[in-house]
């Protein structure tokens, strides 16, 4: 193709004729004079920023940015994090593809002639912060409160501003919250019993292991990053066991793969337990001097636990249980990566507490290499200044203490009269349905798709046609947006300031604006303050929070002394050239064995975990009961982070379907052959996708990876209903969900 | 068909105000322009503006993005090269689009550079700058504009438009058409 020639002579000719003034009289002209500083295109002129990857991933990746006259050409992961060293995932690596996606949310919008309609009309930002703002006033008129206002937010983009959203919904009053998490808090509570708090060593430190056991996690595509660290440890010498009901990426990396039955990880770990008893293997200084509780214990493995027991519950074979702990035994030090998938079940806590206890036993708690790895917050010690706002005076709310609003509430609850309404984010459909005086009338979603990962969608449809207004901050038209009548355009990371840390690894990161929002996109700080403006409008003194913000002042203020200690930086603008690392005195957790616990030691018999209506002593759990011939497993795919990315088109050439994976017994049984449309169902529900035959999964089992495709309605939450998980309304507001307990049967269409 | 040299030149202006239209009021506007004095009633217009919505601003994938790099790409995107390669156009001209995130080659903003040197132009005494806006006026529809439009036609033609839509498709193809001869 040809060029336009910019002949200087002749463009400076052009620039006369039409700048100055002879094309004036083009009515209704939308180009403008250029700036005259307005001269890029110089090749070598790239911009290099930082940026923090927000998905919820282990990694949360050190992003290296480059920018090009104004454009976002390509991303690397910072090669100065020993973590991220220069990678990024496959997600990661789309990025460029993913802001600038055509089918990216442009405007503010309202869904007029209902819900589903698909009758769009654009907004400018005032006009749909007047809706907005007048409903929610209409609410406060009609009630008296603001509790009909609920807040419905996760982790669909982390960053500590980002805490703003829930500043905003404080600044307007008090407010109903869906808190919880369906991610991990069966696990949180369980290591909150025994060790007093979730605290994982560095994942760098695999690399000193001598046993690794990945129970229940699957790295290899959920946190590709630390591979190296078990790459490395296998180098020098360390054998690598995974144990999974599916075998997976990482299992085909391991030395030794356990399929075990799923929700039956409990049992194995105490038959494991009893065996070190057994064989006198058990660290006699960790449980005597560090731990409370361990004689009960051990009585407890003596009168009921066998390994001929646990390798009946579990399916693996007694010879390969003895086997194995004997050797993680031997090995010092020795660790277990307890993942998120094997928590979630009806017995989910009480299965990482027999966990825990196993590798406490065997005297790998505290010590650089070992440990039960499960997560940590130690370094989310910020201001959450976005976060913490007041009520307008006079507010009225929920009438008593205020619990938690979820593991990353640091803002820690005030003896004030008033409190939001906490209600619980794993049954938001039941919840939507219950909620009364006052009812709920108006949900407002940030950071978060609740139909593609809110459990029963058919439920979470009648639930939403209850609502009278529902407000969607989004990137991209997911089917919650499909389910709104307000949709506001978010920014990505890349268009916004932020500061972002991990709950695995242990380093910090910048996220600065890197280029400007693509079409009128808004940060959520700049939503709240619009909407701050639209309610002190019409009513002055409704909405406290600030009218007017900048995102990086915002990003500044979240930073103060403790991060700056613990990270060793002089100023946040150290970050500018590179991540940094926490200085820690040990990369072990829990080195000094000062536990946080009541006892303040390690305690396998926990009163707190008997008071909460638990066992005090980690005893066997038995998982749910089937309900249909099949188990049902939807875990994370290697392409997506939930809803996110496999809707863009570079991920579909990997990825363009989903399937349904079928042991080719039982798709014989069922008459089912290679690539067969098939009906997965239950009572709630039901999904229609393509099968796929594969050892990898058991006979009695089916896998279906959660994801959401543009041109598919496939979603799993069809057949995934919304049965709590044990644990985790301590810590986290809510109990976890059990979504691997799930029930379905399969049939050929 | 032939359009003579005011009408393309209006058309081209109309044609930008549809295409840049955020409401219906806008796109009822620009209509008598496109398609021979038609005037919409209300619920016309507002069915047209979700209609709009639907083929080319969202919020769901629309089926024809009105930029010119979804087509131009090899890989569809925005803020592609030749998005890039439009601006360096319109700085070659003294012109740039206002400060926002909407990208260079947004159909309005193509149709406003071509309407604004086809007015010079046609103004203009002197041979010697006649010529150079022509020659501008020319890259931007025969290398630039017929590019990209036939394909972006035919995906809002495949994705069930509306008679009336139809119609204003239909004029931007005459435009195209016209804008290519009289060059
Ligand atoms: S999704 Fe995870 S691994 Fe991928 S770039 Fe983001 S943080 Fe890194």
Redesign the pocket.
Known sequence: MKRFDHDSGRRGFLKGLLSLGAAGALPGSLLVPAKSQAAPFDASAYQVFRNA?P?N?????S?KSYVKDGVLQFVE?APESTY?KGS??????AYPRRIYSPDRIKYPMIQEGGRGSGKWRRLSWDEAMDIIADKILDIKKRDGSLLGLGLTKYSGQFGIVNYGVEGMMSSLGYTTRFVGTPCWPAGIDAQNYDLGDMWCNDPEDMVKSKYIIVWGANPAWC???SMKYLYEAKRRGAKVLVIDPIFTQTAAKADVFWQVRTGADGALALGMARHLLDMGLVDKDFVENHAVGFEEFADYLRKNVTVEWASEVSGIPASEIREVTEEFAAAKPATVWIGYGMQRHTNGGAMVRSIDAFVAMSGNIGVEGGGARYGHLATWGFNYHAMVQKQPEGSVGFAGASGPKGEFDFAGGGSAKYSDRAVNINKTAQEILDARDPELKMLWISCKNPFAQDFDRNKLERAFKKLEMVVSVEQFFTETVKHSDIVLPATTLFEEWNVNVSYWHYWLSLNEQAIKPMHEAKSNIEIAAALSRAMNRKEPGSCTFAQEVDGKEWMVKEFNKGIYGLFGIESWEDLRNGPAKAKLASSASWNEKKFRTPSGKYEFKSDLCAKNGFKALPEYVEVRKATAPFRLLTPHVQYA?HSQFVNLDWMEAFYPEPYVFIHPDAAKAKGIGELDMVRVFSSIGEVKVRAKLTKNVQKDCLVMYEAWFRKLDFNVQNVVDDCAADMGAMKTGAPGVAIHDQFVDIERI | MSLNADHTLSLAMALRDFFSAGCATEMADAVPALCAGRTLGEDEARELEYEFNRLFVGPQAVPAPPFASIYLEKEPQLMGRSTLEVREFYLGLGLAVPEGGVPDDFLPYELDAWARLFMVELGEESDEARQTLHEAREWLVQEHMARWLPAFLERAAQSSPSPLMADILKTLENWLHAAKENV
Request: charged share 15%; with cysteine.
């Open positions: 990857c998905r991933c282990y990694d949360t990746c992003i992961g991220t990024l995932c496959v997600k990661g690596y946190s590709m990053h982070l």
